[in-house]
T-cell receptor, first 113, second 114 residues
Framework: AQTVTQSQPEMSVQEAETVTLSCTYDTSESDYYLFWYKQPPSRQMILVIRQEAYKQQNATENRFSVNFQKAAKSFSLKISDSQLGDAAMYFCALREYGNKLVFGAGTILRVKS | NAGVMQNPRHLVRRRGQEARLRCSPMKGHSHVYWYRQLPEEGLKFMVYLQKENIIDESGMPKERFSAEFPKEGPSILRIQQVVRGDSAAYFC????????????FGPGTRLTVT
């Protein structure tokens, strides 16, 4: 069975600094997708970044980038130049082909001004 | 193109009543997923439906919960005889096809059972 583990319940970062959120996962498949979702207080799930397992290059979206280590089954999210609007709950998620998303328990990110 | 719509956004039910949650997928999307988020937890998969078919209901509680996605109209998640433990946020997501397509989430329905 697929599992996703986020070992950091809460993280803090100073505005304009860089923070890394950790995620490990387990799957028996070789073809899968990994995602980071942001959930602000409004509770709307917002896709931050996605990574296809067959792609070796790490995905990047503006200030957000991932460090995808397939052999170690690790998928961390780096947020550069943190902004107050980045404060939210962040969820790591795994999706195998045609299947549901499996989410981690989430990491609360606080941004200090 | 309107996003995934869910209604109501907030629903209050007394114990023993029925709750009906509606999800209208994005235009052109024929695949719908329902997830539940209990307080202080991540989202948990409940059920995956295509038009008129349940594809995967491995996350649905065995009793009181049912889901449908008719040929016409929204997908419905129905909870009969609600209990306090059903209080949660229920999210719907849709995709144009299954497989590799991204899932787009609705704003969720927050169910409170009193």
């Amino acid at each position: 069975a697929q599992t996703v583990t986020q070992s950091q319940p809460e993280m803090s970062v100073q505005e304009a600094e860089t923070v890394t959120l950790s995620c490990t996962y387990d799957t028996s498949e070789s073809d899968y997708y990994l995602f980071w979702y942001k959930q602000p207080p409004s509770r709307q799930m917002i896709l931050v970044i996605r990574q296809e397992a067959y792609k070796q290059q790490n995905a990047t979206e503006n200030r957000f980038s991932v460090n995808f280590q397939k052999a170690a089954k690790s998928f961390s999210l780096k947020i550069s130049d943190s902004q107050l609007g980045d404060a939210a709950m962040y969820f790591c998620a795994l999706r195998e082909y045609g299947n549901k998303l499996v989410f981690g328990a989430g990491t609360i990110l606080r941004v200090k001004s | 193109n309107a996003g995934v719509m869910q209604n109501p956004r907030h629903l209050v039910r007394r114990r023993g009543q029925e709750a009906r949650l509606r999800c209208s997928p994005m235009k052109g999307h024929s695949h719908v997923y329902w997830y539940r988020q209990l307080p202080e937890e991540g989202l948990k998969f409940m059920v995956y439906l295509q038009k008129e078919n349940i594809i995967d209901e491995s996350g649905m509680p065995k009793e009181r919960f049912s889901a449908e996605f008719p040929k016409e109209g929204p997908s419905i998640l129905r909870i009969q005889q609600v209990v306090r433990g059903d209080s949660a946020a229920y999210f719907c997501a849709s995709s144009p096809n299954g497989g590799r397509d991204e899932q787009y989430f609705g704003p969720g329905t927050r169910l409170t059972v009193t």
